[in-house]
Nanobody, 123 residues
Framework: QVRLVESGGGLAQAGGSLRLTCTAS????????MGWFRQAPGKEREFVAG???????HYADSVKGRFTVSRDKGRSTTYLQMNSLKPEDTAVYFC?????????????????WGQGTQVTVSS
């Protein structure tokens, strides 16, 4: 059974940084795609960043140059380093995983999700 657990959320000031961690368990994730999504209050969940063996790393335009996604050598842990945070980055952040490598940014292609971690950025 695949299980994803996010950690590292919290409160940050605008311009500050946070690093989110997503730890996956239940099988080998060496070839799995890992994605990060977020959902702000009153808004739909949106793609933030993702990494796959076939497509490499992709970022939403809103976070390019500020956020960096990486994975550990065993590829079961993925990180989202968030720098230069803005109040509009406030959201619940979710990690997700899937077997296939395509359409990294498409939410409904991911069958496995973590519970989410709250990120709040104050101005």
């Amino acid at each position: 059974q695949v299980r994803l657990v996010e950690s590292g959320g919290g409160l940050a000031q605008a311009g500050g940084s946070l690093r989110l961690t997503c730890t996956a368990s239940g099988r080998s994730f060496n070839t799995y795609t890992m994605g990060w999504f977020r959902q702000a209050p009153g808004k739909e969940r949106e793609f933030v960043a993702g990494n796959s063996w076939s497509e490499g790393t992709h970022y939403a335009d809103s976070v390019k140059g500020r956020f960096t996604v990486s994975r550990d050598k065993g590829r079961s842990t993925t990180y989202l380093q968030m720098n230069s945070l803005k109040p509009e980055d406030t959201a619940v952040y979710f990690c997700a995983t899937k077997v296939n490598g395509g359409r990294v940014h498409v939410e409904n292609t991911y069958p496995y999700w973590g519970q989410g971690t709250q990120v709040t950025v104050s101005s």
